[in-house]
């Protein structure tokens, strides 16, 4: 069962940083500017999921280090859409599944990704 959980939760994790990659650099090519914040975010995001992914049951301390930096990358971008949703007197208790449902499955997957990489050693070997 846990194996079953590390192995969805990986495949969402490529998932989503493959998704952040294509969006962040298809933006880029379709003109949009380089000084966007969403452009750098999005890299960055795309390529510390793919990394966390990849590496979350490898030996080696700095692919452990890929590995927490995905999670967290993951957790951040959860809790600040988070604070745009709830913070925002316009958005009403009508759009919260919209923003509940897939938080919950990046956080399953977030989950799995984390007791792959502290079952392979949390901080490599």
Known sequence: MID????IGRAIFFVVG???L???I???ASGSSITDPVFP???????LT????????AAPRWKALIVWLGVAAVLI???RFAVLV????????DVYPVFLVPAAVLLLAAAGVIVGRVGAGPFGR
Do not use: N
Not at 41 to 47: N, T
Not at 50 to 57: E, M, N, R, V
């Open 77 to 79: 971008g959860i809790g």
């Open 50 to 57: 793919l990394g966390a992914a990849a590496f979350t049951l």
């Open 18 to 20: 493959g998704g952040a």
């Open 41 to 47: 975010a999005g890299l960055a995001l795309g390529v």
């Open 22 to 24: 294509i969006m962040s």
């Open 4 to 7: 079953l959980l590390i192995r």
């Open 86 to 93: 709830f913070g925002d007197p316009a958005i009403g208790p």
């Open 26 to 28: 298809s933006g880029l």
